[in-house]
T-cell receptor
């Protein structure tokens, strides 16, 4: 059974720092991996999607990497800003892309 | 207008009541999903549908039922609500056939069962 873990559950850093959020999964037979952002009381917004054949994806200040063999993904945020404060969730799809398993998220707080 | 809408946004009900949560999308996607989110547990898949005639149980379908009335509409029902169904419910859509695997989420429905 696929399990997705995100550690730490919460993180607070000063503005301007570069930071890394971690995601690990137990079954390497994934179809893709997505990183989402969730603001309080809001839905999820997709940030980056990495196909199983890819190693990384970039969008602006965000870079997500994928290492299937070790069951890990990281989300790198450069030059953090207070507006980056949110909960970040990773989710993996299985080989048939029919089941998506979410991690419990990392709540990120950027201090001005 | 939002691509994925959910009604109601908030709902308070009593134990034993039947309630329906509705989801509509204007993205033209074939696949639709219902998730629930509980504090500290992330999102868990309740049901998913790949087209109007295809409905599948997810990880936690007990106590729930769904109806795919049209490509654009996917409803979630709680036949007899119980307090541990208090949660934040999300609908999502996707259409991998277009080459975009991304899931698009609605704003959520916050449900409280007393």
């Amino acid at each position: 059974k696929q399990e997705v873990t995100q550690i730490p559950a919460a993180l607070s850093v000063p503005e301007g720092e570069n930071l890394v959020l971690n995601c690990s999964f137990t079954d390497s037979a994934i179809y893709n991996l997505q990183w989402f952002r969730q603001d309080p009381g809001k839905g999820l917004t997709s940030l980056l999607l990495i196909q199983s054949s890819q190693r990384e994806q970039t969008s602006g200040r965000l870079n997500a990497s994928l290492d299937k063999s070790s069951g890990r993904s990281t989300l790198y945020i450069a030059a953090s800003q207070p507006g980056d404060s949110a909960t970040y969730l990773c989710a993996v799809s299985n080989s048939s892309a029919s089941k998506i398993i979410f991690g419990s998220g990392t709540r990120l707080s950027i201090r001005p | 207008d939002a691509d994925v809408t959910q009604t109601p946004r908030n709902r308070i009900t009593k134990t034993g009541k039947r309630i329906m949560l509705e989801c509509s999308q204007t993205k033209g996607h074939d696949r639709m999903y219902w998730y629930r989110q509980d504090p500290g547990l992330g999102l868990r898949l309740i049901y998913y549908s790949f087209d109007v005639k295809d409905i599948n149980k997810g990880e936690i379908s007990d106590g729930y039922s769904v109806s795919r009335q049209a490509q654009a509409k996917f409803s979630l029902s709680l036949e007899s609500a119980i307090p541990n169904q208090t949660a934040l419910y999300f609908c999502a859509t996707s259409d991998p056939g277009t080459g975009d695997e991304t899931q698009y989420f609605g704003p959520g429905t916050r449900l409280l069962v007393l």
